[in-house]
């Protein structure tokens, strides 16, 4: 399905066992982080594994503060998975 080098890969399957995470594909890698298709209990979602250099805690931080109006609405963040 989705090839991952093995550390994204374990991040990732511990991110989806965390959450309850269903992996349906994916998007190529960019420069600051890799962004998946999954599901939660059937719901289309995206995970989104932010690299060492991206400020996914001022992202995540900003997304909550919006919750969906005008951008994604964040269900969860984990400032340590990455």
């Known amino acids: 399905m989705v090839q991952l080098p093995p550390h994204l890969a374990a991040v ?5 066992e965390r959450w309850e995470l269903t992996l349906s594909g994916g998007a190529p890698r960019g420069d600051w982080s890799t962004v998946l298709a999954v599901s939660h209990r059937g719901v289309p979602c995206v995970l989104k594994i932010a690299g060492p250099e991206h ?3 001022g992202e995540a ?7 969906g109006n005008g951008a ?5 963040a984990d400032r340590y998975a990455v």
């Open 61 to 67: 931080l900003a997304l909550g503060a919006w919750n």
């Open 72 to 76: 994604v609405r964040l269900l969860e």
């Open 12 to 16: 990732v399957e511990l991110a989806c």
């Open 55 to 57: 400020d996914a805690i």
